[in-house]
């Protein structure tokens, strides 16, 4: 019995181990791509396009707020492109050295109120988020959702009191689907990505906190299909972006 | 026990014993590298600082009681019952030990939250759970229960029934077994449960932030926080994460010297 659970914990332990050498791919180049969680959708798109394209090429696609993304690559985070979805943290990375060229804005995009489907709550405009009794999530200061949803309560004079305060859009906009929270701030794009699973309600003041999203490459990564992959996003990509609720990049 | 002869060890034994200890002590004494000194005090007293260790000595300490309460029946039931339908129960007591935390948030939401299967109830009564510090407590108690559980069933198996059959023969009822003979004789494994139950609702997080979300003062226990300040804030991340080293330290010498763990 001993002599079996060690073989067991042999096994177990070799298990990862084997997983890894799968993950080869056979020679496939590697294009890996950080991206802010606001653009998962488009992204996504882009991805299958690009692997049509180079078909001897891998992309792989890394989501989550980007302050984070830029935290992995300062640390040693191997990426061959970022796409931030504001400017303050490209401005980290370009502040670390881990820039390769300037990075370029290639859309643009505003906050959206988000609710579970019918309104329940009869949110109205941005004033309604200070109603009390209401389950009220949004994104953390330091993420670029959070930073203008933030603004844009100093610049409208509301005090926001929310429940709870998540590390990316895509944490914000699972509250509401789920039904534990009543209402939210996220993305235009994120309420067009998640369908008929939450309503999206504009309101006058979105335009006081515009987010820049801009991309570029990574020191130490491919600069060769990195800068395909940001030709991509500013030629073909730019149709994909905008069908998604995504505005055009300011010049 | 440990009076009796000495058997040599192989000596290639102690190579990967030494290696395993480095490979646990070694992470954890890196850190102290990364620290910057000199803004320590300053980041580790910060409000936010100060509030996270606050709520996570509360809500772990809270944890451990609701644990010790419902874990205590629990280990001594699956260890002296003989019921047939127990052995089923005794694997998915274990569950929250081996699911991914995560996973315990998603469950802990389908039965708790706003939606869910209790959880509706609750709301329609006025007593909304997520979001709350009181869903902080049920989180850490869901993934801490496992450890006192195995941890006492265990000792009270070890224990053996010799001396309960014996107060039982000089007339002692039941109840009176169990408080004066049973779990007297189970107390340093109950202690080292109750360590292990506390140490791991202070290191609680997938689950946390999943079913309670993530508020200062409110529902952002410790490693919420420093999750959070890890991409925002490093030193301060690394700092915190110092804090709950040196808490987790004193934690595990408080039950140590018994040799219960």
Redesign the interface.
Known sequence: MKRLISLGAVALLALPLAACGDDDDGGKDTLTVYAAASLTSTFEQLEKQFEKDHPDVDVKLDFD?S??L??RITEGGGADVFASADTANMDKLVDADMADGDPVNFATNTLMIAVPPGNPAGIKGFNDLAKKGL?L?LC?P??PCGSASQKLAEDVGVDLK??????NVKQVLT?IE????DEGLVYVTDVTDAGDKVEGIAFDESDKAVNDYPIVAVDGGDSKLAQEWIDLVLGDGQKVLSEAGFGAPAS | MSNTRHVGLPRWLYLPAVLAGVFVVLPVASMATRISWADFPGLVTSEAALSALQLSLKTSAASTVLCLLLGVPLAVVLARSQAGWLGPLRSLVLLPLVLPPVVGGVALLSAFGRKGLLGQHLEAAGLQIAFSTIAVVIAQTFVSLPFLVVSLEGAVRTAGERYDVIAASLGARPTTVLRRVTLPLVLPGLASGAVLAFARSLGEFGATITFAGSLEGTTRTLPLLIYNLRVTDTDAAVAMSVVLVVVAIVVITMVRPRGAL
Not at chain 1, 162 to 167: F, L, T
């Open positions: 707020g302050s984070s830029v935290a389950n999530v953390q330091e993420v929310p429940v709870s305060e998540y590390e509250a789920e039904g534990e929270a």
